[in-house]
């Protein structure tokens, strides 16, 4: 009975010591190798929590608590802190925090947290911090921080910024948007796209090289700004150098933007010249019919030979609506003005001042005025 109790209580006391040092050996103050398993944790490296890591091709560890650097790729299958550095890409199956960097690609299973920079490609369930890519950054679900690549951010969400070579795409953006060709949102905070800003409702403002589109925009700056809930408008003008001009305007309430085409009437018989025009405005109602339009506008005129024409204009256009859709305006213009070759000087007989600049190049300042008819619809 005693030597049956003994041999119970050395057996319990070998299974508690061998699980300490099971415990124990699940820790590895460092991780050497070349590739697995070729390694100071061999076959098991798959469940060690390594301290610091050092492999030439790949590691593979449970966890990493410090720096791990491998010639290749970087393998861990729970979470990862400290730095994690790789020439080709960083596995991460669970959580990363503080700072990952891949000459490729960093994918983070589930969350990321501090930095991830990569050569092409971060990948994350949810990220705080900030995302730089040479090609792109893509999230399934939330970003809280910023979002830098080369050529595409993409995120369920995100509060702070987007900043892209070509595009940002999020369903909401409680930021600011930047972008060399195009942002997408479904609620935006503010999109700042070199040609185009899509978005359903728009807390900030929208500035677009080209054209704006959303159900609700109060700013947007754009060539086009195609707004359900705002104006648009054509019309048809006239200013003191006789050129005549059909134009397009559209916006929110309040700013809108200008894109026409015309002729200049004055020399049609003998040395025809073209116009084009292109500017952003602003409403200011000041009684339901009666409001002000102010327009900053550049106009080129062409004989589509050598020489050429601009004018810079700053016009202040009281407008006047009637029959609900039609709205007559004029009103005076203050105008910068270019030429080379002699095209249009003789548009205008007095100028409040005059520079004749080397090259053939002739600069003024004057006063002029403008009137036209627009529809709205």
């Not at 503010?190 to 409702?201: E, L, R, W």
Request: with cysteine; net charge positive; charged share 15%.
């Amino acid at each position: 009975m005693r030597t049956h109790f003994i041999t119970r209580l050395v057996f319990v006391l070998v299974c508690l010591f061998m699980a300490r040092v099971a415990s124990f050996a699940q820790t590895s103050p460092a991780h050497i190798g070349l590739v697995y398993p070729l390694s100071s944790n061999g076959k098991n490296a798959a469940a060690y929590t390594n301290h610091f890591s050092l492999h030439v091709i790949a590691g593979v560890s449970k966890a990493e608590t410090g720096v791990a650097v491998s010639g290749i790729s970087n393998i861990i299958k729970e979470n990862a802190t400290g730095v994690q550095v790789a020439s080709f890409s960083n596995h991460i199956g669970s959580t990363q925090k503080s700072a990952t960097i891949a000459g490729f690609m960093n994918k983070v299973r589930k969350r990321g947290e501090g930095a991830q920079i990569a050569g092409f490609l971060n990948m994350d369930e949810s990220f705080r911090g900030c995302q730089v890519a040479g090609f792109g950054n893509m999230v399934s679900q939330h970003v809280e921080g910023a979002q830098l690549a080369g050529f595409l951010n993409i995120a369920r969400s995100n509060d702070k910024l987007q900043l892209a070579g070509f595009g940002n795409m999020v369903e909401k953006s409680a930021g600011v948007q930047v972008a060399g060709f195009m942002n997408k949102a479904t609620d935006a905070g503010t999109q700042v796209g070199g040609f185009i800003n899509i978005a359903k409702k728009v807390k900030g403002a929208q500035v677009a090289g080209f054209i704006n589109i959303a159900d609700s925009s109060e700013y947007p700056i754009g060539i086009i700004n195609i707004i359900k809930g705002g104006e648009k408008q054509v019309s048809v003008s006239i200013d003191e150098t006789a050129t005549m001009i059909a134009a397009f305007k559209s916006g929110g309430r309040a700013l809108y933007g200008i894109i026409g085409f015309g002729y200049n009437l004055k020399n049609s018989d003998f040395s025809p010249l073209y116009a084009a025009k292109a500017g952003i405005g602003w409403h200011l109602q000041l009684l339901p019919q009666f409001r002000i339009n102010a327009e900053a506008t550049s106009t080129m005129l062409t004989d589509f030979k050598t020489a050429d024409y601009h004018r810079q204009t700053l016009g202040i256009f009281p407008a006047w609506r009637f029959a609900h859709r039609m709205e007559v305006y004029a009103g005076p213009t203050f105008n910068y003005l270019q030429t080379k070759g002699g095209l249009g000087e003789d548009l205008r007989k007095n100028y409040i001042w005059t520079r004749n600049a080397d090259h053939d190049r002739f600069r003024a300042g004057y006063i002029g005025g403008e009137a036209g008819v627009a529809f709205s619809f």
